[in-house]
Every structure is written in structure tokens, then in C-alpha cells.
């Protein structure tokens, strides 16, 4: 867990990204605000992350994406492939105008191209198996927010991890994370964040709105029993939140084991 936070800039949490182990693959799930450092942090160098996978195109899951694609190339990453739903071509192709002069810049140094202009763009608009160069069977399926959202299954042996990226309580996800070992899934919408006790009507109303985005603690923990999971980490918090209630909201509903996820926490198959 690389960054377990959300929109809203935090000391505690660094933005949403993940990073899924199989092996010596490291396998790189959005892009946050942070993931760079954070992957510094977890002693995994960002050169060595060939796959980027999002979820969605919220700013939240991609502020680090110009950090990661420059950076990791500067530190002689030479081969990268991103994957996402439609718009991530076009995502990846404003970044790179962006920064063509400062690629020309570095280009001129020395620097190979490979690696950043030659980046493998695999973008898809239907839920279903995605075809990337990994150790692992990958299906795709849509979720519910408010721009085209997909959530991830690997099966990796008889092995099974689920990011459920940003989503709202649906069917589909308690189809994706069928009997999944680890289910890694939006739980935002804690009490204990910092929309507690608020009177303010503006964020009365933002409030309102999320719970059409995100789900609650103990949503999720009622989607991880549905789906028949093994662990359940909760992740994407909002500043403030208390993970002691954020745990008691979750094994209300769900027997296996919660887990409330914390920046650079481990967990182990
Ligand atoms: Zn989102
Ligand atoms: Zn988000």
C-alpha cells in the first residue's frame, strides 16, 4: 500500500497507488500524488516498474504520473506499458507534450528515448480480460463512479487479489473479488473523517454526493462477505479518520480479517 489517501492533501497518507508483488514484478495500481517517493520509501526502485495499471482518470490516482514517467526513465528505465480505461492514450499523450521539451532536453544529454516516447498504451472501454505482458491472469470489470472505472482481479496461481479503485457499493464487485484472498477496496466514506460533526452546508452536501462515489467501512465490509474474501483492506482515506472505528465499522459485517490500510504496509500471500 503505497499511498492509502484521497483527494484531499495529507501528511499522514500519500495519494492513492498500490503496488501488487508477484515475484520480483512489481506491478504499479494508479499513480497518486507521492508514488515515486513512496515507492523509494518501500525500497522498490521506480525504475524497475514496467506496468502501471489505473483504475480511473481522477486526479487523485494520477498526480504522480509525471514524477513517475520522468523520473523512473532519468533512473534508466527503459520500457514502460500503461494500461486504463478509454482516455488514457490521450491522458499519456498530453503529459508528454507537456514535458517534450524538457524530454528533448534530457534526450540531448545522452539519454535514450526508449522508455518514455515509446511507452505501450493499452486502453480499453469494456470489462473483461486484459492482455498484459504479467504473470498473471488480469480481468477487468466496471465499477460504479462517476467516470468509467474498473476494478482489477489477478489470478496468479490459485492466488487472488482485487482492487476495486474508487466505487460506490455494485454487484459487480462482489463478482470481481469472488473468494479473492485480498480484496483492496475504496472504503472513503468513514464517519470519522474530516466531514465529522461538520455543519457547514457546502460540505453537507459534498457529503451527500460521495456516498453516490465511494463506499462506507461498512459497505465494504458487507461487499468482502458477499464475495466470500479472505482479507479485506480498506483503503483511500480522508484526513483524520480513526482506523480503530473504521475497523469496527468493517467487522460488523464481515468475518474474515479487516485490515485498514496504512502508507507502506505490507501484506503478504
Ligand atoms: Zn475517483
Ligand atoms: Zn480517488
Redesign the pocket.
Known sequence: MLGTG??RPDLERSG?AQVLHINSNPILIDCGEGTTTQLLKANIPPENVNVLMFTHL?S??FFGYGQFLLGGWGRGRRKLTVVGPKGIREFHETVINMYKDDIAYRVSLGRPENGVLDVKIIEFDQAGEIHVDIPAKVTAKEMVHNVPTFGYRFEIDDMVIVFSG?TAPTPNIVELAREADVLVLDAALSKTGVYRDTKDPELLKIWENLQKEHCTPEQAGNIAQEAGAKKLVMT?FLPNVIPEEVKEEAEGRFTGESIVAEDLMEIYI
Do not use: E, N
Open positions: 484521497s483527494p492513492p481522477h487523485d490516482h474508487d483511500h
